[in-house]
């Protein structure tokens, strides 16, 4: 069986992917930076949830970047389980913006709502019918 090079519209959505990773881990330390203050529960410093906030974002970011690598390298499996947590993603960002009666900053859901959009294009280019063909030629 021969292998087919990567079509286009999977560099593209990789690319894509990336740019969102890079632009939600930024947005997501400011933000952390700017509310943590605001929601540090009694007895608790603000560096100590603010460190552990990076923490938690950064083993995201290193999750995520993995699985848009492993993309690139033609696996499936990836390009699966990167889509289910983009939806699951978008929908706890959705209900958490619900449930605070968007009392976040304008700045912050437009971002925010870009690198959603990101994904989404990235997504659609991933999943057009030559990237599948590209995925499924060495039983990736």
Known sequence: M?????????????????TALIIGVVMNV?????YAPTMTPPGMRVSTLSITGIVIFLLFFLLGWYFIYEIGRGK???????????????LLSLLSWLKSNMSFSVFIITVHSLTLLLGLVAFIYLFTKEAGEWFQSAGR
């Open 2 to 18: 021969t292998t087919l090079s990567r079509p286009r519209s999977v560099t593209i959505g990789i690319y894509l992917l990336y």
């Open 30 to 34: 400011i933000w952390l930076l700017a």
């Open 76 to 90: 499936n499996w990836a390009r699966i389980l990167l889509l289910t947590f983009y939806i699951l993603g978008a």
